[in-house]
């Protein structure tokens, strides 16, 4: 199974010590790594067909003090798609004049869809099929730029023809928020004030956030499996989609 990880922030927080926990399986998850961070419309994309425990790019990453309020990560166990770098998440495309990102966690069996000129894959997985597939639904859906709320109904419609066809846990954003939709496993955990320590359930790390904060400092972070003991982590029921708008749970 892959790994996902996400975050929405309500603003630009260092995520660092949460990427450092997910690149701690990266020895189960061997088939590459990516992360993409938003900085307004801009983005931050890093990809690497090695393992995040083997690649240079990874270690950069790690010590690049990079800012943002909504980043989307992954590291890749390969079930559809040869390990290479067209294969590698997360996936991007533009769509009203943003960047669109999605990491996806499963396997759909049979999802062959019919995509037009505007979108189409680069590589052979099932992940930016459905990525290039939601980018096209969107744009026939809507004849101009929709609102968040707008787009979270269009997704909610869209979500069980994906997870017809198998699991399909998955983070996407646009920069202006994160949606996380989980048909097997998804986690979710809200970081707000009063702050305190938190720990790495991978590695023995830890992290008092209290004098690295502000009151109003408010970050959700989305993860396939719990990064840290000692936080309330929440498990995402199957079929659920959620929206994250300036580090809360929207809806």
């Known amino acids: 199974m892959c790994q996902l990880l996400g975050m929405n922030a309500n603003t630009p927080t260092d995520a660092m010590f949460s990427f450092a926990g997910l690149a701690c399986r990266a020895n189960e998850h061997k088939d590459g790594f990516g992360i993409a961070f938003f900085e307004d419309r801009g983005l931050r994309h890093f990809i690497d067909a090695r393992s995040a425990a083997a690649s240079p790019v990874a270690e950069l990453v790690k010590h690049y003090p990079i800012r943002s309020d909504c980043i989307v990560a992954h590291i890749r166990k390969a079930t559809q798609g040869r390990v290479a770098l067209e294969n590698t998440h997360p996936f991007v495309r533009e769509l009203w004049g943003r960047y669109w990102v999605l990491a996806h966690n499963g396997d759909l069996k049979g999802f062959a869809p019919r995509l037009h000129a505007a979108f189409r894959p680069v590589g052979d997985t099932d992940s930016e099929r459905a990525l290039c597939w939601l980018m096209q639904e969107l744009s026939k859906a809507h004849a101009s730029v929709p609102t968040l709320e707008e787009l979270?109904?269009?997704?909610?419609?869209?979500?069980?023809?994906?997870?017809?066809?198998?699991?399909?846990?998955?983070?996407?954003?646009?920069?202006?928020?994160?949606?996380?939709?989980?048909?097997?496993?998804?986690?979710?955990?809200?970081?707000?004030?009063?702050?305190?320590?938190?720990?790495?359930?991978?590695?023995?790390?830890?992290?008092?956030?209290?004098?690295?904060?502000?009151?109003?400092?408010?970050?959700?972070?989305?993860?396939?499996?719990?990064?840290?003991?000692?936080?309330?982590?929440?498990?995402?029921?199957?079929?659920?989609?959620?929206?994250?708008?300036?580090?809360?749970?929207?809806?």
């Not at 938190?198 to 590695?203: E, H, I, M, Q, V």
């Not at 989305?222 to 029921?237: C, D, I, K, N, Y």
């Open 152 to 251: 979270t109904l269009t997704l909610a419609e869209l979500m069980p023809v994906l997870a017809g066809h198998g699991s399909f846990n998955m983070l996407l954003s646009n920069g202006q928020a994160l949606w996380a939709h989980a048909s097997t496993k998804l986690h979710w955990l809200l970081r707000q004030h009063p702050f305190g320590a938190a720990t790495l359930a991978d590695a023995d790390l830890s992290v008092d956030f209290a004098p690295l904060t502000t009151p109003g400092d408010r970050i959700a972070l989305v993860a396939t499996e719990p990064l840290t003991v000692g936080e309330s982590w929440q498990a995402m029921v199957p079929g659920e989609l959620r929206m994250f708008v300036g580090g809360l749970p929207a809806g």
